[in-house]
């Protein structure tokens, strides 16, 4: 089966800092990549996502990169608010086959 | 505001009852989806409609029910459930052109569900 995961399940900054979310992910044939932020009691919201033709897209205070060559991939929040305080996980699929998500990486933002 | 709406936001419910949770997207979007969170666990998928035809059912039990009356609406009827079954249930709507899952998941808040 697929496997999505985060090198961390917890991350504090403070506010005006630069966060880096990171994502692994196990299958070589994947091909489309989603970020979500859910905050409590809300469902998951669309952040930014990439194609695995691109290595890079940005988005307002945000920048998705992807490597494909170790099968990872990172969200960068630029300026950091206490807004930004939330769960963030990725989302992996290929050729049409359904989304595969990650456990979430709990971003806490000091201020 | 989001563009899916779920009701009810929170069901209790013993394992005997019938009930049933409602999703509507106010997005155009052609496909709906299902899905159930537990804590500290990835998403899992249960089923899919795309144009109110159901193509996919995830290995869900048959205490789960979904039903897609139009491209806009989307029910789960919930019957004789286990306390397991607690959980956040997540509806997501996406507009899909041509291969299937190659558009973003549009989610509503979910029903927080507990099985007592």
């Known amino acids: 089966g697929e496997s999505v995961g985060l090198h961390l399940p917890t991350l504090s900054v403070q506010e005006g800092d630069n966060s880096i979310i990171n994502c692994a992910y196990s299958n070589s044939a994947s091909d489309y990549f989603i970020w979500y932020k859910q905050e409590s009691g809300k469902g998951p919201q669309f952040i930014i996502d990439i194609r695995s033709n691109m290595d890079k897209r940005q988005g307002q205070r945000v920048t998705v990169l992807l490597n494909k060559t170790v099968k990872h991939l990172s969200l960068q929040i630029a300026a950091t608010q206490p807004g930004d305080s939330a769960v963030y996980f990725c989302?992996?699929?290929?050729?049409?086959?359904?989304?595969?998500f990650g456990t979430g990486t709990s971003l806490t933002v000091i201020p | 505001e989001t563009g899916v709406t779920q009701t009810p936001r929170h069901l209790v419910m013993g394992m005997t009852n019938k009930k049933s949770l409602k999703c509507e997207q106010h997005?155009?979007?052609?496909?709906m989806y299902w899905y159930k969170q537990s804590a500290k666990k990835p998403l899992e998928l249960m089923f899919v409609y795309s144009l109110e035809e159901r193509v996919e059912n995830n290995s869900v039990p048959s205490r789960f029910s979904p039903e897609c009356p139009n491209s806009s609406h989307l029910f789960l009827h919930l019957h004789t459930l286990q306390p397991e079954d607690s959980a956040l249930y997540l509806c997501?709507?996406?507009?899909?052109?041509?291969?299937?899952?190659?558009?973003?998941?549009?989610f509503g808040n979910g029903t927080r569900l507990t099985v007592t």
């Open positions: 989302a992996e699929n290929s050729a049409g086959n359904q989304f595969y």
């Open positions: 997501a709507s996406s507009q899909e052109q041509g291969a299937f899952y190659n558009s973003p998941l549009h």
């Open positions: 997005l155009g979007h052609n496909a």
